[in-house]
Every structure is written in C-alpha cells, then in structure tokens.
C-alpha cells in the first residue's frame, strides 16, 4: 500500500519538524497525495528561501533525510508576546504584538530620551490601530 506525503514526513521526521514543513505548505492538500522519497518530497513541498526557517535550515534537514551523518537543525523558538510587550537594547525600542495585532515594531531611539521616546511611540501605535 503507498504512503500519503504526511505518512512519510511523520515516519522520516520528528513531529516539531513535520509541524514546520506544516506551517510552511501553502496547500496543504498535497499530504494526502502518495508520497515519493522523503527527499523528493522534503525538496517541492514549499520555496525554502521563503520560508521561517530559512535555506540553510532546510538544506540540513534534507542532507538529514539523505542519510548524510549530520543532525537535524535546532527548531526554530515560537515566542508569543502579550499585547504591546516592550523589548529595549542597543539604541532601539521594539513593541511585539502592538495592540494585540501580532505585528513587532522596531523604533531606532537615543535612550537618553526613552521616556520621551516611549510615550510617543504608543500614542503613535494605538492612533493607528484606532
């Protein structure tokens, strides 16, 4: 009996990467297709230069799945930030989730002015989202 794609990448695969090539697929009809070779499959699915986790991510899990003695990369960290977390380093203000949207804006700010800089920047943020 062949294998659907998702039976090969979930044999071939631990689970967090099958979950990347997942969120990757802009069609996720093809995992009920018959599978080739994990490489064929791991290669066509998604444009590995568009994706999260990057060329050379991929090109590690696929030199993986051929058998080369090298070990899968490490998974990339999904964060997930309450509404308007505030991150401050190296002269830049960085607000995650802004309002609740899911977007991460970065400021380039003097940090002699933070508390300027602050108040201005959620003003700015909230008139947009209003």
């Known amino acids: 009996m062949e294998m659907t794609v998702l039976e090969l990448l979930l044999k071939s695969l631990p689970d967090g990467y099958v979950d990347c090539v997942l969120n990757n697929l802009e069609d996720r ?66 607000m995650m989730n802004a309002a609740s949207t899911g977007l991460n804006i970065k400021y380039d700010i003097d940090l002699k002015d933070l508390k300027k800089a602050e108040d201005k920047i959620k003003e700015e943020v909230l008139s947009w989202y209003n």
């Open 29 to 94: 009809s093809v995992l009920k297709e018959d599978a080739g070779y994990i490489q064929e499959e791991i290669m066509i699915l998604f444009n590995w230069k568009d994706s999260r986790e990057g060329y050379d991510f991929w090109s590690q899990v696929y030199m993986y799945v051929s058998g080369e003695e090298v070990e899968l990369p490490p998974l990339p960290i999904d964060i997930k930030y309450k509404p308007s977390t505030v991150l401050v380093a190296s002269n830049s203000y960085f």
